[in-house]
Each structure stands twice: as C-alpha cells, then as structure tokens.
C-alpha cells in the first residue's frame, strides 16, 4: 500500500477506536504531515504554549498528573515568574481571557488592579523635579494583581491542590536554571539599576550573569512557598505585602500595605464579535481590547480571500483601518466605572461601513489625533492552556517595563511593576492620568475564537501598542486564509506607529513596499511586531476535544507542547 494511503487507512481506524470522533477531521488532522514546511505541535489530550520552555513543560506536567487547564495556568505563571523574571510576576499585572467547558461560558479575569489611593499625578507632570524619573521609577509603582488573579483563578475552576500548582516554579527557584542569551541580555541591560540585594544574585563578583550562568533566586523561591502555603494573602496583606510596603516607604513610592491588602481581582463578561460566523471573544473596559475587534469589523466589510495574503491591496486597507483603532482607543478608552466605552456604537456594522466607506482605495490618510497619545509596554509574555475537557486560558501578564520599576523588596526576590509608567500625564485630567483609586487600563488582547459555540482558536501576544493590531492579523491567517496555527504565527505582520509610521516585518514583498510607498505610506522595514502564542482544538461528535494543534512564535524562544 502507497504511504499516504496507509496513513488515512490508520487515520480511520483511529477515528473508530476513539469512540466518535469525526473521521474526515481526524483524517486531515493526522495526514497534515504531508504538507510542506514545519507542522504544529500536536495533543490528544491537551496543550500548552508560553515563551519559556520551563514554564510549559510545568503546565503540561500539571495536565498530566489529572489538573485542569485553570490549574495549569497557575503553574504556568508561577514559572514564569522564575524563568522570565523581567517579564511578569507576582509584582505585576495582567489581562486573562478564559473559557468554561462545564458551564459553557467565556470570562474575562481583569488582574490590573486600582491604582494606589495616594498618587498624586502631578508627581509626573512638569514643573515637579525629577518628574520624568518619577514616571520610572518606585512612584509608578500601581497595585500588583497578579497572585490574586492565580488564586481567584484556581478557588472557582481549579482540581488540585493549591500548594501542588507551585511545586515547578519553587523548584526552578531554589534549585536554579540555566541562562539563555534572551534572558541574560535582559539582566545584562538592567543590572546596574538593580539593587545591591538583587545584583547579589542576579550577578557574580559585580558583573551580570551571563549566557550559560545559572540563576538561582532562594528569595523568591521562599515568597512562591509562602504564597503556596498560605495563599495570595501573603502579598496582599501579609508577610510579603509588609516588606513591599517597607521598601515602598524607602523609595518614596506610594503603594501601601493598605493598596495591597484591598486589592481584588475582578471578573467580567468579555465582549465579542461576529466575524464571517465565527464568534471572536475578547476583554471588555477596563481593558483596552476593543479596538482589535474595530479593525476585524472594518476588515469584515472587505473579500480579504480574494485580495490576498499581504497583498498591495490587503495591506493597504489594513493600514487605514489599523490606523482607525488606534484613534478608537485614544478618542474612548476609559475606566468604566468612570465613562462607559461606546461599544454599542464602536462594534456596530452600521459603524464598521460607515468608517470603511471614508477609505481611499490608492492613498494613504493623515492620522489625526483626537488629542491624547498613549505609552504602552513591551516586556510583557503571553501563553495559552487549554485540556482534554475543552476549558481554555489565554493570558498576558507583565511588569510593564523589563523588571519593571527595578524596585524589589529585600528578601522577597518579588519585582514591583511601573504600570503608571504607561498612563497619560498630558493634559492634567485626560481620561488616561493616573487617577487614585481608578483602573489603570491596559491594552493587551488575549482573545478566543469560538466556531460552533465551542473554542476553536486561544491566542494572543505582547508588543504593547502593537498588540491590538497583530491579533487581528492572526485571526484573518486563521479565518480568511485558511492557514495552520503555525503558519498563522509565522507569517509576517504589520503595525502602524504614531503619528505615520508603518513597520513591516521582513518577509513582505518588495513589490507590495514600493506600491504601498506610492500610496503615500511611510514604511520602515524590520524588527520584531508580537510574539505569539496559540492553539486549536478539533472535536468529535459529542463535543469533546480530540486533538489539539499549537505554536510557539519562531520569533521567540518558547514552546509549545501537546500531551
């Protein structure tokens, strides 16, 4: 027998021995190593794919010994901590989408956190001294959420043990890891802004750790087994939130035990689309998520099949629309407790015609600012989880900038965030200054694909202001042009940059440049736009997963695993 057609002969026997399972997708699914080029990773049972390699072998090692998916983004997080310490922790903050196979319902888990109750933004502002320092440093330090989050997490979805979750990440801690040039560069970049405490382990004989060093941080493995032991009341309230609180008084910040200990993670209904008869799930205010679904709405009233991938004609358009939600956001975001964003307006189709209506087929358009400019943050990691029952986490959580404020409290190995960093100080009084008490709003996209009511698609990305442009890119490779979750990742994206700047990443025809330039777009060429993490999920007759796909960016170093 010819080896194509062996496969689809054991492709069907395998299909009638799973018990259900729909043979035309398990036989596509199980002869794709038959097309060109490299193929996602695979599951049967579950999937993981995060930036570190650590951190999704602990998710997969929790999927395994009979955890869920929400337990496995603990796990997951909690590695990350430790392995991608300029990145995220639980010094920092987050944006988490999810999805509930028992109940049916997709939640959005906000881990941002109010800003702290004493700040005083004209602290940021001119004529204070030092004021773009104070933008930096420990005064924009916000209230951490992220250990919250982990917990609130786990106490409504979770299967195991809660002290079980932390196991990986407290061995990595203690026991140390090895450096890879990504990780060591970041340290090599940041070190002599670090703290004598933290430069004590984070380097050796007062240089930076470098490739191929170990890192081993007994502080921090010390704060995950507190928090292991005694829940996320040890940071917000207890041992850990004292010592926070004492090396924010030292550095003139003003967070405080009492920010700490009143913090709460919130959960809300997230805010969807239909996109072509899929649903496109996303976070709802106080995230800023509702843009990406603007530009897949305006993308909607286009044939994107028949203009083609990254073609002249495709590109074009997306550059005029990505440029509209980027003006949606600066023009609307706002704290809802404040001022409701109007996504009854924004996500209409009446509104999505009239915008691409105002689009000029060959030319390029001004951007106008409606009159704020919005920072965002780039040092932010994203992965996704998803298990055998169909339950999905996709998560964005950072420190704002590489090691955030470079504030860490002694004793605790814990980075504190500078989410202020990223509000808008000018005008005084603009929707996004930082305002005590208030959201401080982020702009991170993790977003779920739902097909047939179920989670098809789970990604999302960091790359700041860049995010809720390339996630709508991801989701017309996955829609519009039928391509893999891998090749989905891969391909070459493109992003605007205030106040007219288009980036292209390499990989866009030379041809498709000049045309665009011809239009009257300015374009750089190169660099680095997101760094993706997806996965899919197939189902048989019944409605359960029986195979799962995922990616890790070739952009970064993570992994994607399948179990």
């Known amino acids: 027998?010819?080896?194509?057609?062996?496969?689809?002969?054991?492709?069907?026997?395998?299909?009638?021995?799973?018990?259900?399972?729909?043979?035309?997708?398990?036989?596509?699914?199980?002869?794709?190593?038959?097309?060109?080029?490299?193929?996602?990773?695979?599951?049967?049972?579950?999937?993981?794919?995060?930036?570190?390699?650590?951190?999704?072998?602990?998710?997969?090692?929790?999927?395994?010994?009979?955890?869920?998916?929400f337990d496995a983004f603990v796990a997951v997080a909690a590695v990350l901590n430790v392995t991608e310490p300029m990145m995220s922790g639980m010094g920092g903050y987050g944006t988490i989408m999810l999805y509930d196979a028992e109940s049916g319902e997709s939640h959005f888990l906000n881990s941002s956190g109010l800003i702290p109750r004493r700040v005083d933004s004209d602290v940021y502002r001119a004529p204070t001294p030092n004021y773009r320092a104070n933008r930096r440093g420990a005064k924009a330090v916000s209230t951490p959420g992220n250990a919250n989050a982990w917990e609130a997490m786990w106490e409504r979805f979770g299967d195991l043990e809660w002290a079980d979750l932390f196991a990986p990440a407290i061995r990595l801690a203690e026991e140390g890891f090895i450096l890879d040039e990504r990780t060591a560069g970041s340290i090599r970049g940041a070190f002599r802004s670090f703290p004598g405490h933290a430069q004590e382990f984070y380097g050796s004989g007062g240089e930076p750790l470098g490739p191929g060093d170990r890192l081993v941080q007994a502080d921090l493995a010390r704060s995950l087994r507190l928090v292991a032991d005694e829940g996320a009341g040890a940071l917000h309230g207890g041992e850990l939130g004292v010592a926070i609180d004492r090396a924010m008084r030292e550095a003139d910040g003003f967070l405080r035990l009492d920010d700490l200990a009143d913090n709460e993670a919130e959960w809300y209904a997230p805010v969807s689309i239909d996109y072509r008869g899929y649903e496109i799930v996303t976070a709802p205010p106080p995230a800023n998520s509702f843009p990406a679904l603007v530009r897949l709405g305006l993308m909607s009233r286009f044939d994107n099949r028949a203009s083609g991938h990254n073609t002249t004609e495709f590109l074009h358009r997306f550059?005029?629309?990505?440029?509209?939600?980027?003006?949606?956001?600066?023009?609307?975001?706002?704290?809802?407790?404040?001022?409701?964003?109007?996504?009854?307006?924004?996500?209409s189709p009446e509104y999505w015609q009239e915008q691409v209506d105002l689009i000029d087929p060959q030319r390029a358009k001004p951007f106008e600012y409606p009159g704020v400019i919005t920072p965002e943050g780039k040092n932010t990691t994203h992965f996704v989880v998803a298990d055998e029952?169909?339950?999905?986490?996709?998560?964005?959580?950072?420190?704002?900038n590489a090691f955030g404020s470079r504030i860490m409290a002694e004793g605790t190995g814990i980075w504190l965030n500078n989410s202020l960093a990223y509000c808008t100080f000018e005008p005084k009084g603009n929707p996004m200054d930082a305002y005590p008490g208030r959201h401080k709003l982020s702009g991170d996209v993790p977003m779920i694909i739902m097909k047939d009511g179920r989670p098809w698609v789970v990604t999302g990305t960091p790359g700041g202001h860049t995010i809720g442009q390339t996630v709508p890119q991801m989701v017309m490779n996955m829609i519009d042009f039928d391509m893999d979750v891998l090749a989905a990742v891969t391909a070459p994206r493109i992003s605007f940059v205030e106040p007219d700047l288009l980036v292209f990443e390499e990989g866009i025809g030379g041809d498709v440049v000049r045309m665009l330039r011809s239009f009257g777009h300015t374009i750089r060429t190169?660099?680095?736009?997101?760094?993706?993490?997806?996965?899919?999920?197939?189902?048989?007759?019944?409605?359960?997963?029986?195979?799962?796909?995922?990616?890790?960016d070739p952009r970064g170093t993570g992994l994607a695993k399948g179990y």
């Open 389 to 400: 029952q169909g339950n999905v986490v996709s998560a964005t959580q950072t420190l704002g």
């Open 1 to 69: 027998m010819a080896e194509p057609g062996k496969k689809i002969v054991m492709a069907i026997l395998s299909a009638l021995i799973v018990g259900g399972a729909t043979i035309l997708a398990t036989v596509v699914a199980d002869n794709d190593d038959e097309q060109s080029g490299p193929l996602p990773e695979t599951g049967r049972h579950g999937m993981v794919s995060s930036a570190s390699a650590f951190a999704t072998e602990a998710g997969v090692e929790i999927l395994q010994a009979g955890g869920n998916a």
């Open 526 to 552: 190169g660099g680095r736009l997101g760094l993706f993490h997806a996965l899919t999920l197939q189902y048989n007759r019944q409605g359960m997963p029986v195979r799962f796909t995922g990616a890790a």
């Open 319 to 347: 550059a005029e629309v990505t440029k509209h939600g980027f003006w949606t956001r600066l023009r609307y975001a706002s704290d809802p407790l404040v001022a409701p964003v109007p996504l009854d307006m924004l996500l």
